[in-house]
């Protein structure tokens, strides 16, 4: 991937004049997607065009008559967003050929639900045609809009409104997918995780992920004070501790070559990113422990796995 | 009356003018070449039968060179009028197919791409909904879309279907208009009958379509940005769709025009209603798409018989071509509307419900009696055809109906 302008440090971030995401909108203090929203529309250049799916940042930003965007957004469904990516791709590519029309970048986001359930065949049929956009899933690992539920991509043992720590089920009982596996296994040129502690590892992944000639997707863990039940003022310290547990490794996949982003050597015990979390209270009650066994289970041999893959 | 250009007559004209061109197509080959023609930007379907014809004709045309489109072959009806919902937005011109199962799919997003008000065209080859699945004619996906703010035009031959698709890109182009357009063609009847058929040179349709992009009246644009498909609450949704049902009503005005302006051109007249022997008619059979044709030759013959039939066809269906129905029926005795739905529960089929409220505010009213008929495909008969004129004008004769409903060609 040459040509990529990549960053070095935080302050290689261009600064607030270049804010396409105006202040006022509606998300809850602390949020993890609005800090990631600014820092993709600071790393793709102009022009561009947003796609939305339903989802949090699409009803926070946008109360008619009132909308916190900048640049042309657009919104159509829940489950649709690469759908209308692509149409929005595709009629690009055409009015460019016919009629000399400028071709912007086109930037989708979803949340985990519009993801990894509902809007996944969507996304799979983007990838597999080829539609040259950068996908950003925006992972609070629930239904956090419509008021914490559980989703495909809500952690072993977490509680949600569906998945609630009862006495006979502690919490959700299903492991978490994997986003990233998934689109690697279309054959896409770029797929990776990401963590708003890690600034500049996001925006250079952004980077790349623009310069692909093709679909991108990134993954990225949203924090969520009101669906996790955790501290606003936290929010950096707990994606921080997601990476540092490797409970949310971070790696990305280019062209098939896997690589660990921040190698996590001696990982810190699970129970520091659990513990600040209400979501996950239940587990670390002595009665839960099997369930909290099986969640590190889950951790270490995606950990594993990942190394081994980094070595083929 | 209709005046129907006599085919004899048009071929003479051939010979006179290049631009009349008398071909063999069968209804979705006819969509898919007024597709090309239009010179549409972005197609995006998914294959379901009876439409299978036009996606696989339009892909040829993109892959062989004759049409500078992107195909976007998307995984399901769902993606297939998103894919649309978004290439409108940016100013192009698109174009999707479907029907039955694959328009209950889309059904969502039916009413975001009206709601936009986007310039989007959709063929819908008419077939029964399951279970148990069928790939025949019914109108139910017709009339599952019927409430979701698009135009409905309805086609009763593969010259009105070409014909129908063109207009179907002159209305929602209409910057007067501005709302998404369904072209309703009878499963297998019409979409896999080859028929000949009139049809324009490319030049001819070029002359007739906007050239100019982009066609949307707000497309994405990058110097003014604007947000599309926001929340909106209680206190705008309601002056929102307030709007939204204005346009439809004042897009009536504009569709008769582009009806108009493509008789004149076309010489083949085209008008929201089609009206045969009504002037002096005892009773009149309603009917949507390839049905009309039946009708009026079964009353064709009645007529040489003395009897004072009529039948009409709606060629629009939305909006609602109010008034002309009003003044066509208001002194007919009865009329019998017929529905290629079944109705489950309800005062009458839709079409019937239509006609009923759009009749109720006469001082006197025709007697109406619904027929339900043909779903799945079930072959209505020329005999069974006379039944349903002969039992309104025995019902005209003695005033008297004991069912208001029938259904036609079903084993009891």
Known sequence: MNNVKLIKTIRDIPGDQYEQLAPGHRLCAGCGVSAMVRLVLKAVPDPKVVINATGCLEVATTIYPYSSWKIPWVHNAFENAAATGSGIEAAFKALHRKFGKKMPHVIVFGGDGGTFDIGLQSLSGALERGHDFIYICYDNEAYMNTGIQRSGATPRGAATTTSPAGKVIPGKMERKKSLIEIAVAHGIEYAATASLAYPVDLFNKIRKADAVKGPAVIHYLAVCPTGWRSDPALTVEIARLAVLTRMWPLYEVENGKYKINVFIKNPRPIEDYLKLQGRFRHLLKPENKWLLEKLKQDVESFWNYLVSKTKE | MRMYVQPKLLLWLGRVNDMVKRIGLNGDEAVALAVKQANVDVIAAYPITPQTIIVERLSEYVNNGELDAEFVPVESEHSALSTVVGAALTGARVFTATASQGLALMYEILWIASSLRLPIVMALANRAFSAPINIHCSHDDAMAARDAGWIELFSESVQEVYDLTLQAFMMVEDENIMLPAIVNLDGF?????????????????????????????????????????PLGLYDYYMEIKKQQAVAMRNA?????????????????????????????????????????????????????????????????????????????????????????????????????????????????????????????????????????????????????????????????
Not at chain 2, 211 to 221: E, T
Not at chain 2, 349 to 372: Q, W
Not at chain 2, 380 to 404: C, D, H, Q, W, Y
């Open chain 2, 189 to 229: 009847i019409l979409s896999h009958s080859l028929a000949d058929l009139y049809v324009f040179d490319d030049q001819e349709v070029t002359n007739l379509l906007r050239k100019d992009r982009p066609l949307y009246k707000l497309p994405i644009d990058f110097k003014k940005p604007a947000t599309y498909g």
């Open chain 2, 252 to 412: 009536y005005k504009y569709i008769k025009e582009v009806f108009q302006k493509y008789s004149e051109v076309s010489g083949r007249e085209y008008s929201p209603v089609k009206t045969y022997e009504v002037e002096d008619a005892e009773i009149v059979v309603i009917a949507l798409g390839s049905m009309a044709g039946n009708l009026r030759t079964i009353a064709k013959s009645l007529r040489k018989r003395g009897k004072k039939v009529g039948v009409i066809s709606l060629t629009l269906y939305r909006p609602f071509p109010e008034d002309i129905i009003l003044k066509t029926l208001k002194d007919i005795n009865v009329v019998v509307v017929m529905d290629r739905f079944p109705n489950f529960g309800a005062p009458g089929g839709p079409l019937f419900e239509d006609i009923s409220a759009t009749l109720y505010h006469l001082k006197k009213r025709p007697m109406l009696l619904n027929v339900i008929y043909g779903l799945g495909g079930r072959e209505t008969s020329p005999k069974e055809i006379e039944n349903i004129f002969e039992r309104a004008l025995k019902i005209s004769k003695e005033g008297v109906m004991e069912e208001k409903e029938i259904w036609v060609g079903v084993r009891e």
